[in-house]
């Protein structure tokens, strides 16, 4: 009788267990992503990947996995983003870059640690995202590389070096693809311990991932801080997702309007960013994304590739050369001509002798 009541107990404590854990499981759908990504960016229908996003409050170069720092988990190395909707789009899908609109991000349902491909080398490390299918690849001059004296920076935007200089690095690196999927649960590999504590001469802290519950309200509320490191422990939101079908496209543009965007961003990647220096480059057009939110306004249409930093520096375009034309009607504003010689004075309209002074 004894062992039977003791058998119950048992079974009824490993039956709430079984409930706390399916309660702590988190299964929500993908439209998650739409609304919380809403404020900082813009959704659009491409042909090749349907609903995409690309975001708006970035600066003028920016790079995905740039803004933020790396840290090494229980699933390897572990991106920590500065930015409040990088607990979705660092870990959650894929980016590719697109000529007209700039980077954009495919939503996915798999959590990873970051989904990323590895260069490094005896001087640098780098890396860059994973595009959404194996045959579109990523061209290595978006890497973001850093020296590996400062892969553990805390700061990894202070310490990248500028893109300009990979087509050199580029060949002093190898490429790895260290991500390893088992069970739904992702590795990634990245550069090994070893190797990043004999070069950047510091121990790598050991870091535990601690899952973490939020509503839609919380998320918003804690932007960045939705993953949160903590000492040894770094909490992230990482519920299960599944896609929904038939749903409806969120904030899609119409064609012309795609157009009309698509035709700004290439006349300015192509045209301007050859003239802003690095530090130009680097300097921020974001827009107060807690303003957004606090007055409850949605963020503006995408020109993240269109809008200019305040501190960008236009070439002023040069004069016209005007050319002397006959004069119709004595006009009583002639064309300005060469200066020459002094000699004898020559003779014209009355109004040339104050011009002359004028000038």
């Not at 700039?102 to 959590?111: M, N, R």
């Not at 510091?202 to 960045?224: A, C, D, F, P």
């Amino acid at each position: 009788m004894i062992r039977k009541i003791v058998l119950a107990a048992f079974f009824s404590v490993l039956l709430m267990t079984s409930i706390r854990q399916a309660k702590a499981s988190v299964d929500v759908d993908v439209n998650l992503f739409y609304g919380q990504l809403a404020p900082y960016g813009n959704w659009e229908t491409v042909p090749s990947f349907g609903v995409v996003w690309h975001p708006t409050e970035v600066a003028v170069g920016w790079r995905p996995y740039s803004v933020g720092h790396w840290v090494w988990t229980d699933a390897g190395w572990t991106w920590v983003s500065y930015e409040p909707w990088g607990w979705a789009a660092y870990h959650y899908g894929r980016w590719y870059y697109d000529p007209g609109y700039g980077w954009l991000w495919v939503p996915g349902s798999v959590w990873g640690p970051a989904w990323v491909s590895w260069y490094y080398g005896p001087e640098y490390v780098g890396w860059v995202p994973l595009a959404p299918v194996a045959s579109l690849e990523i061209s290595p001059r978006f890497c973001v590389f850093v020296s590996f004296g400062s892969f553990l920076s805390g700061n990894i935007e202070r310490v990248a070096i500028d893109r300009d200089r990979n087509i050199t690095i580029i060949h002093h690196v190898e490429h790895f693809n260290n991500i390893r999927i088992a069970n739904r649960r992702v590795f990634n590999g990245g550069p090994g311990l070893a190797r990043v504590e004999r070069m950047t001469g510091r121990k790598v802290t050991r870091v535990s991932l601690v899952e973490r519950n939020l509503n839609q309200r919380q998320i918003r509320h804690l932007g960045s801080r939705v993953n949160d490191l903590r000492g040894r422990s770094l909490y992230v939101y990482r519920p299960s997702v599944r896609a929904v079908k038939g749903r409806e496209t969120p904030l899609v543009r119409s064609e012309a309007e795609r157009g009309t965007v698509s035709a700004e961003n290439k006349r300015f990647v192509y045209r301007h960013s050859a003239h802003v220096s690095p530090v130009e480059r680097r300097s921020t057009v974001r827009q107060s994304a807690g303003s957004a939110l606090r007055h409850n306004v949605r963020s503006t249409p995408y020109r993240s590739f269109s809008r200019q930093p305040a501190n960008f520096v236009q070439r002023v375009p040069q004069a016209p050369v005007m050319r002397s034309a006959p004069r119709q009607g004595g006009n009583p504003h002639p064309a300005p001509q060469a200066r020459s010689a002094p000699g004898p004075r020559q003779q014209g309209h009355p109004g040339d002798d104050k011009h002359r002074q004028d000038r």
